[in-house]
């Protein structure tokens, strides 16, 4: 995120008056999608959680997480 601050934006944080957690926030809110599926319980959210990291949906592996043997065999 911060390559995206100008330095003036930068320069307030470092001093304490802009606080970047607001910042980071306006850019989730902005730019990022989030999803989430209630499950019957923890270990079924673990199954999905681990399904989702090997790449078992159409966009293959996530870039943040993934399951290194997934990342592993996508690259040969």
Same mark, same amino acid.
């Given at each position: 995120?911060?390559? &995206? &601050? !100008?330095?003036?934006?930068?320069?307030?944080?470092?001093?304490?008056?802009?606080?970047?957690?607001? &910042?980071?926030?306006?850019?989730?809110?902005?730019?990022?999608?989030?999803?989430?599926?209630?499950?019957? !319980?923890?270990?079924?959210?673990?199954?999905?959680?681990?399904?989702?990291?090997?790449?078992?949906?159409?966009?293959?592996?996530?870039? &943040?997480?993934?399951?290194?043997?997934?990342? !592993?065999?996508?690259? !040969?």
């Amino acid at each position: 995120m911060l390559p &995206l &601050l !100008s330095r003036t934006e930068i320069a307030g944080i470092a001093a304490g008056r802009i606080a970047f957690d607001a &910042l980071l926030g306006a850019y989730i809110r902005r730019r990022l999608l989030c999803r989430f599926a209630p499950l019957a !319980s923890a270990a079924e959210a673990r199954g999905l959680e681990a399904a989702l990291r090997r790449g078992a949906w159409p966009h293959g592996p996530p870039l &943040l997480n993934p399951d290194p043997a997934a990342v !592993s065999a996508g690259a !040969s």
